[in-house]
């Protein structure tokens, strides 16, 4: 869109806001067009910016490549140095995939050596549209455990003060505070609204498909799409959980997991989600350690750390 319709949305949100009201905006890339006019926007109006990095360059090359096929690592880094030099607040958005799914230490190393410390990953997640089985790029819950275990354990040893790892607070803010801080464990999914470009309105960036378009506005009163009965009906499906996740030990935090990783189409939402597994092992590994975590918690807010 160019860096003059950002500067036109930060003068919308300027004019039309209201007293007292908060506005924060984020934007996620793959850094590659970002320059020194880029950065100085994005510091001078406050954007946090998420990166993608896949890890190093062995591993972010082999899958996020250029239009001449050619590796992004080093055009990735070189736009991280610039969000530094101009003092854009960003943190790193890490693709788990069978390329690097096995390394957890190897990734985590790599982003602590170059100082990183907000660090969020998410699951490569592709299914095959003919037979519905996930592709090779992709992975499954018991891997995505391994992973987040063996990282935990090297992040809780050494860095818990220090590095921001997206999944681990998830479970910690719940286990120490009882609070749900991303979307994916509500009981039901309407926390938020998408708006693509044309004004068209969707219950979920997951999915923005024709079947779930719930208004837009340039035709529709914002508060008729809040409360459309599509968007109701889209909201009760994190409620259709099978009777194994019902009777689960933690379903009261995950809530069955993301509608996304749960969906068939010979059953649709009422399955065990793919990382099922992967959120029940972190679980478990984390609930052991609680006393202490309670305690270096209240240490942290009382400052004594």
């Known amino acids: 869109m160019g860096l003059d319709f950002f500067r036109d949305v930060v003068a919308f949100e300027q004019k039309y806001s209201r007293t007292g009201q908060v506005i924060e905006n984020s934007i996620q890339t793959n850094g590659l067009l970002l320059d020194d006019l880029w950065c100085e926007f994005l510091a001078k109006e406050n954007f946090l910016v998420g990166i993608s990095l896949d890890g190093p360059a062995h591993i972010h090359d082999y899958y996020r490549k250029d239009h001449r096929q050619e590796g992004t690592f080093n055009g990735v880094m070189q736009s991280i140095e610039l969000m530094k030099k101009h003092g854009v607040q960003f943190n790193i958005l890490c693709l788990l995939t069978d390329r690097n799914v096995k390394s957890p230490l190897e990734i985590y190393n790599f982003f602590r050596f170059h100082d990183f410390r907000y660090i969020q990953f998410i699951n490569c997640f592709e299914i095959a549209e003919i037979s519905g089985t996930l592709k090779p790029c992709s992975v499954r819950g018991e891997e995505t455990g391994e992973f987040y275990i063996k990282l935990f354990d090297e992040w809780f040893k050494n860095d818990f003060f220090d590095v921001s790892v997206r999944f681990f607070e998830d479970i910690l803010l719940y286990l120490v505070d009882g609070v749900k801080a991303s979307c994916c464990y509500n009981s039901t999914c309407d926390s938020y609204l998408v708006v693509e470009y044309n004004g068209d309105c969707y219950p979920c960036d997951f999915f923005v498909f024709k079947d779930w378009k719930i208004g837009n506005l340039m035709q529709n009163d914002l508060r008729a799409i809040m409360k459309s009965p599509l968007r109701k009906s889209f909201a009760s499906r994190k409620a259709e959980i099978s ?17 996304r990783f749960r969906y068939l189409p010979t059953n649709g939402y009422k399955n065990i989600s ?20 309670r305690l270096r918690v209240a240490a942290y807010r009382d400052g004594l750390v």
């Open 243 to 259: 009777e194994i996740c019902r009777k689960c030990s933690i379903a009261s935090f995950c809530k069955g997991d993301c509608i």
């Open 274 to 293: 793919e990382y099922c597994a992967a959120i029940k092992m972190l679980y478990n590994h984390i609930e052991p350690k609680l006393p202490e975590i």
